[in-house]
């Protein structure tokens, strides 16, 4: 039997018990999304938009779900936090697929500002979900139709209008398992006209057992809001990360995306920007660094519906051994999309013969009246930059540690919280040392 | 004086050709030799294979620098032997402060003399002081190493390294290339002033000029590969009257 059918019998199996804990809106939602991921199974490799990323291979190993609810978010703050020195946070956690925050952290919120489970949110102040949950993501391929199709709850941050977060909001996801295991994780940002908030969401794992995390984030951004959005990967080889993104901004609002992958196993994200009104600006910068067999994949999509615009993207990748990296960044200027400034930059380092990068830069254009740029580049680290440093009397290894870094560098630049900055620039220093290849717990406090 | 630097019958190669054909030289503790000659004739070849450049392969011969055999050493080692070459075309590292570039050089310096790494503060009135001696602006600093300088500057850069790094045999690889007359006179100060009783350098140049500032105690013309003909600092002179076709000729 192919895994496809494995999963149809799971869900039509087990469908009463999905429901069980969830929310109406969650349930109908699921419905559609069922029908969708039957009709289509998995991507395959010939599919346009998943060439280089064999995605239904993963999905083979005969993972665990937690469908009965039965772990919750044990005890997770005692022995597991992910301090960022210097950075003031208020600190949720995801233990799989569970979401917590301890009473004294929401307090720190200004007020109106909500954060909490989707079946809470959903009871208290149902009009948030049921205006935005998933209306982004309904559009999106069978990898996050299977999200809504088995997801049973996620976070809901809704940050009401004029109201600005001054802490950095941080959630820290962690995965604890005896056994090999699937989780739906799904995150759901509403900001409201004039609002700021920034948020971290650093992803762990501390098992060595095969994991398969599918997350699906929507996030809506008002007139005039700003959002600045933090992701940090750092788990490890055993794990597959699905990330899907999509983000809708309105007129004059801001978004900021950086996406690290500093260690992991297998990774494909997807994210999707629609600048959806006047003058709003939106900049994603991506960092990926692999080694030993790891596959990394970005595929972006920013979408200027609107005039006005401006879209700024660079991706970074540092392949070593036999890591693998895919980019496909897509920008779409739409008719009505006058006046856009959109630039695209990808650069990317093999540093052996076996690592492979697939880039392919893409650029679709509808308007007349726009700028646009796009370039990718691959190459290797400059010999005669090391030979220089080396007649200085920097060793080899120092040599060439010191270029990737220079070459990471600028992506880490463009992150604007100073305290993440400065850690970010040591962990991925550390990451070229060879000094995070264990990853038990976060080393963003270490 | 004692011998700090001795080459005897030197042969390289690069992609198999052969550059160097026997190269005889003896640098004592103290001195300035100039290394003149046409294009084509060794002169860069000769700077690389002494730093360990891994294009060149040495396939005869052998270099004794401090009494110790050069081709063993790393070119990293060579440089914290005191071994210092100011580039002809200074190679330019996106990303890499000047000051996070000589912290790196000079506390792997340190490390192989078995010193403790410098401290931050120490180590930024070096770089101050060092600055100050070449006339090289504050702001270029903070850039990254060569990054968007003018020839010029360039090649200060490679002096204030030079400062910062105190070696006992600097090689100047046509440092006066692509320089104006007061850019020149700048950098020749600046290598003026570095000079101590126990420390030597190799000049190579095409031209007189540099020589002008920089006083050579002994001159060699290296041509195809060879050194063929060394003399006291008279022979810059002739050679700006006469050229090199007559040593072309000869050979």
Same mark, same amino acid.
């Given at each position: ?93 995801? *233990? ?17 500002? &909500? ?20 209306? &982004? ?21 809704? *940050? ?7 802490? +950095? ?91 690290? +992958? ?47 615009? +401006? ?20 920008? &779409? ?7 856009? *400034? ?34 990718? +580049? ?69 | ?41 060794? !002169? ?21 620098? !401090? ?41 792997? !310096? ?28 504050? !702001? ?112």
């Amino acid at each position: 039997m192919e895994c496809v059918q494995e999963y149809i019998n799971l869900f039509e199996s087990n469908k009463a018990l999905i429901d069980k804990p969830c929310t109406q809106k969650l349930n109908e939602e699921r419905e559609k999304a069922f029908v969708r991921f039957r009709a289509e199974g998995f991507p395959k490799l010939k599919d346009e938009n998943w060439l280089h990323t064999n995605v239904a291979k993963k999905f083979e190993t005969d993972y665990g779900m937690d469908l009965g609810r039965k772990a919750g978010a044990n005890s997770v703050k005692g022995s597991f936090t992910c301090d960022v020195p210097n950075l003031k946070t208020v600190r949720g956690y995801i *233990v799989n697929d569970c979401f917590t925050i301890a009473g004294e952290d929401r307090n720190k919120l200004p007020k109106g500002v &909500l954060i909490g489970k989707i079946n809470e949110i959903a009871e208290s102040n149902p009009e948030i979900i049921d205006s935005f949950y998933n209306q &982004l993501a309904s559009k999106g391929d069978s990898i996050v139709q299977f999200n809504t199709s088995f997801v049973q709850d996620g976070i809901i941050l809704y *940050v009401p209008k004029n109201t600005v977060i001054d802490e +950095t909001i941080q959630i820290v996801a962690q995965l604890q398992t005896n056994v090999d295991i699937l989780t739906n994780r799904r995150l759901l940002v509403v900001m409201e006209e004039n609002s700021h908030a920034s948020l971290l969401l650093c992803d762990h794992s501390s098992t060595d057992k095969k994991s398969l995390s599918i997350e699906v984030t929507e996030i809506f951004i008002g007139r005039g809001a700003s959002l600045d959005l933090y992701e940090l990967e750092e788990t490890t080889e055993s794990n597959t990360r699905l990330g899907n993104l999509f983000v809708n901004q309105k007129h004059d609002s801001r978004f900021n995306h950086c996406n690290i +992958t500093l260690t992991n196993g297998f990774t494909r994200n997807y994210i999707e920007v629609v600048l959806d009104g006047e003058g709003a600006d939106t900049n994603i910068n991506g960092l990926a660094i692999g080694d030993k067999k790891q596959h990394i994949d970005n595929r972006t999509l920013v979408e200027h519906k609107k005039g006005h615009c +401006t879209s700024n993207e660079l991706y970074k990748y540092i392949l070593d051994e036999e890591s693998i990296g895919v980019f496909a960044g897509k920008m &779409l200027i739409c008719t009505d999309a006058q006046q856009t *400034v959109s630039q695209q930059t990808n650069r990317n380092l093999c540093l052996t013969s076996c690592a492979r990068m697939y880039a392919q830069p893409q650029l679709e254009i509808y308007a007349d009246d726009v700028k646009c740029s796009h370039g990718s +580049t691959v190459g290797q680290l400059d010999e005669n930059a090391l030979f220089y440093m080396q007649q200085r009397g920097i060793p080899a290894d120092e040599a060439r540690h010191l270029l990737m870094y220079a070459f990471a560098g600028e992506v880490i630049d463009n992150i604007k919280l100073e305290a993440l900055r400065e850690r970010l620039h040591i962990l991925v220093e550390k990451r070229f040392r060879g000094e995070l290849n264990h990853c038990k717990g976060c080393n963003l406090c270490k | 004086m004692e011998n700090l630097l001795e080459i005897k019958n030197l042969h390289a190669t690069i992609d198999g050709k052969e550059i160097l054909k026997g190269i005889n030289l003896t640098v004592k503790a103290g001195e300035v030799h100039a290394i003149m000659g046409p294009n084509g004739s060794g !002169k860069s070849t000769l700077s690389n294979v002494l730093v360990g450049h891994p294009a060149y392969t040495v396939t005869e011969g052998e270099i004794i620098y !401090k009494g110790k055999n050069l081709l063993e050493l790393s070119p990293e080692d060579r440089s914290h032997e005191g071994l210092f070459l100011s580039f002809q075309y200074p190679v330019e590292i996106p990303g890499v402060s000047i000051t996070n570039f000589m912290r790196a050089a000079i506390n792997a !310096k340190r490390e192989y003399l078995g010193q403790e790494p410098m401290n931050a503060t120490e180590f930024l009135k070096m770089m101050r002081e060092k600055r100050a001696m070449v006339n090289l602006d504050s !702001k270029l600093a903070n850039r990254s190493v060569n990054e968007g300088f003018s020839g010029g500057e360039k090649k200060r850069n490679e002096i204030f390294q030079m400062a910062m790094l105190e070696p006992t045999l600097s090689i100047l690889d046509e440092t006066d290339s692509g320089l104006d007359i007061d850019a020149l006179r700048i950098v020749a100060e600046g290598v003026n002033k570095l000079k101590r009783e126990d420390t030597s350098s190799l000049v190579i140049t095409h031209y007189q000029r540099l020589l002008d500032y920089i006083k050579p105690d002994i001159v060699h013309i290296l041509y195809n590969g060879k050194i063929v003909k060394t003399a006291g600092p008279e022979l810059v002179m002739e050679l700006e009257e006469r050229g090199y076709d007559w040593i072309k000729n000869e050979n």
